[in-house]
């Protein structure tokens, strides 16, 4: 499983989203950053249908998403209950 992180290059980063990639780090948690700006992302921002960023996928390997969170951000725990490791 993997977890995507849609950003924007235009703005900086949100606090609550630089605390949340932090806690991830913390805990281990390999994610991938995803500048919607850059349109090489373009096919997966599609496959997410991302219309708001900070934008959070969690997907398995072959990239279907189980979790998606736009417009508020998801908790650290629950990033990692939905990559499905322990709390």
Not at 12 to 31: C, F, G, K, S, W
Not at 33 to 40: A, E, P, R
Not at 58 to 74: F, K, M, R, S, Y
């Amino acid at each position: 499983m993997k977890v995507l992180v849609f950003i924007t290059s235009e703005e900086p980063m949100d606090e609550v989203l630089d605390l949340l990639l932090t806690q991830l780090t913390e805990r281990q948690v390999a994610y991938q950053l995803l500048d919607v700006i850059d349109t090489s992302h373009d096919a997966q921002k599609q496959l997410y249908d991302i219309a708001v960023v900070p934008a959070i996928v969690v997907c398995l390997d072959d990239g279907t998403a189980t979790e998606v969170w736009q417009n508020h951000l998801p908790t650290v725990d629950q990033v990692v209950v939905a990559l499905g490791l322990n709390v």
